[in-house]
T-cell receptor, first 109, second 114 residues
Framework: KNEVEQSPQNLTAQEGEFITINCSYS?????LHWLQQHPGGGIVSLFM???GKKKHGRLIATINIQEKHSSLHITASHPRDSAVYIC???????????FGKGITLSVRP | NAGVTQTPKFQVLKTGQSMTLQCAQD?????MYWYRQDPGMGLRLIYY???????DKGEVPNGYNVSRLNKREFSLRLESAAPSQTSVYFC?????????????FGSGTRLTVV
């Protein structure tokens, strides 16, 4: 069983919809990261959080430490949000990342 | 622009050839990492360097060596490339303050071993 599980594996939405992407983890963590990767592109760090909730533009990330679960919400989705969204956790003093497999999001106009 | 620079962006090697992937960051980060990304696997850590002068193995180090040349540069070497090393390689560096983002990734190197 992977230490970081993401669901659903693939997600299709219509432009304007509210989107939720989930991440569950099974280990103790010091932080959880949400990353974005466009097709053929590099990886961009969206959020790093260890408790509560963070917001940046149309993106909101939440984490529940007790339930070992995090969600990434996208409000008013747009085709440019189409990308792979990767959840990763940091464990240990050296802050090495353990990654989920990522979720492919497609937003249709 | 500040960030992590990886070279080359694309490379095709024959089995048994050697090459070095270069990575440099200009953000004065202490920690640097090499990951590989394979379909259906997620990213996996090859090697990391917590600070200048130190390197440690990650999850999949076999067939690779690294050098932390100075604080800015962290290179990954394949001594004798194998088809199983066909992958996309990402270098990353890390801030160690309380910032929102933490990690900065390079744009990746797509390596094919034939």
């Amino acid at each position: 069983k992977n230490e970081v599980e993401q669901s659903p594996q693939n997600l299709t939405a219509q432009e304007g919809e509210f989107i939720t992407i989930n991440c569950s983890y099974s280990v103790g963590i010091s932080a959880l990261h949400w990353l974005q990767q466009h097709p053929g592109g590099g990886i961009v760090s969206l959020f790093m959080l260890s408790s509560g909730k963070k917001k940046h533009g149309r993106l909101i990330a939440t984490i529940n430490i007790q339930e070992k679960h995090s969600s990434l919400h996208i409000t008013a989705s747009h085709p440019r949000d189409s990308a792979v969204y990767i959840c990763a956790v940091t464990t240990g003093a050296n802050s090495k990342l353990t990654f989920g497999k990522g979720i492919t999001l497609s937003v249709r106009p | 622009n500040a960030g992590v620079t990886q070279t080359p962006k694309f490379q095709v090697l024959k089995t048994g050839q050697s090459m070095t992937l270069q990575c440099a960051q200009d953000m004065n980060h202490n920690s640097m990492y090499w990951y590989r990304q394979d379909p259906g696997m997620g990213l996996r850590l090859i090697y990391y360097s917590a600070s200048e002068g130190t390197t440690d193995k990650g999850e999949v180090p076999n067939g690779y060596n690294v050098s932390r040349l100075n604080k800015r540069e962290f290179s990954l070497r394949l001594e004798s490339a194998a088809p199983s090393q066909t992958s996309v390689y990402f270098c990353a560096s890390r801030r160690q303050d309380g910032s929102n983002y933490g990690y900065t990734f390079g744009s990746g190197t797509r390596l094919t071993v034939v």
